[in-house]
């Protein structure tokens, strides 16, 4: 009767453990903060890695030409979901599989990326977190107005290839229009070209400059930062972390939240729910970080009404 009984036990197949695909085209250390916020999420929702979830990380440490086979085998390692920390990330994710849920950590413009049909009605395998809103650029040129009254010209530092960079252009320069800023376009599409951008910033005479995300400038936030300092050169960015690393503000989405956030996706779909019928989520809260050491070091008094609109200031 016992023995049966074993045998019956033994005979039950084991639960399947998911697999979760993880990629970036930066480095793990470039992104730490957020993929703590991604484990952070899964926790809270009582996945624990290594017992009942697995994740395959994967980095292409700056090298992006590498995603491509990146993304091929995740596939290959047939992951039950597979979560794309960037919009240079999803494409390549995209072409690799029509089948495996895909979610957006984050992305600028999903829709203008093709990524999904509508924020409310994805459709296909994609589905995630936007961090686009319109609101953000004018804000930014609005808040380097504030601190520099006499603001007549701003550098946007960026990677014309970068997805989603073209939709925040074009808000900045709605943006400055209406506060009578000109423009300065600095294209930064590899590591060599950080430091001659700016050398490029200095001919043209900014007063300031927006420094947009992208996987080149993330990765090297610490070098960007340093380098706008050592230029006396107040410095914007929707980055969290460009602010963390030495840069004077960032206005913007939190985004290791929307990274929290995205493994509310992966439990959804775990249990059950289509990508394609989950909504892309919208950020809702917008924060304003200052540097004032940064503000000492390159001589600068942020003005006190600006001060009071921060939501957190590192001294």
Not at 19 to 47: C, H, K, M, N, W
Not at 154 to 172: D, H, T
Not at 237 to 266: D, Q
Request: glycine residues 8%.
């Amino acid at each position: 009767m016992l023995s049966s009984f074993v045998s019956s036990v033994y005979a039950q197949p084991l639960a399947k453990v998911p697999r979760i695909g993880f990629l970036s085209g930066v480095s793990q250390p470039a992104i730490s903060a957020r993929t703590e916020a991604f484990s952070q999420g899964l926790r809270d929702l009582g996945y624990i890695e290594g017992k009942n979830i697995i994740i395959e990380w994967r980095y292409a440490d700056g090298k992006f030409e590498r995603l491509n086979a990146l993304a091929a085998e995740l596939v290959r390692l047939k992951t039950d979901i597979i979560v794309s920390a960037a919009p240079i990330v999803t494409r390549p994710l995209k072409e690799a599989t029509k089948t495996i849920p895909i979610i957006m950590a984050f992305d600028d413009d999903p829709i203008g990326n093709g990524f999904v049909a509508s924020l409310a009605r994805p459709g296909g395998n994609i589905t995630g977190l936007s961090n686009l809103s319109p609101e953000i650029s004018g804000k930014q040129i609005e808040i380097l107005k504030e601190t520099l009254p006499k603001l007549e010209r701003v550098a946007v530092l960026g990677s014309s290839n970068r997805p989603g960079n073209a939709q925040s252009v074009k808000e900045i320069e709605l943006a400055a229009a209406v506060f009578r800023v000109k423009l300065l376009y600095v294209d930064v599409q590899n590591f060599a070209d950080i430091e001659p951008a700016f050398r490029t910033v200095g001919r043209g005479r900014a007063d300031s400059a927006i420094v947009l995300g992208g996987p080149v400038i993330n990765s090297r936030r610490n070098q960007v930062a340093n380098l706008a300092v050592k230029n006396h050169l107040p410095t914007i960015s929707p980055r969290g972390e460009f602010v963390e690393a030495g840069g004077l503000m960032t206005y913007g989405s939190n985004v290791n939240e929307l990274f929290r956030r995205a493994a509310t996706y992966v439990d959804k779909i775990l249990k059950g729910a289509k990508p394609g019928d989950l909504p892309v989520k919208q950020p809702t809260k917008f924060e304003l970080v200052i540097n004032l050491k940064t503000a000492k070091q390159i001589g600068l008094t942020i003005p006190p009404n600006v001060l009071a609109r921060a939501d957190k200031v590192i001294k």
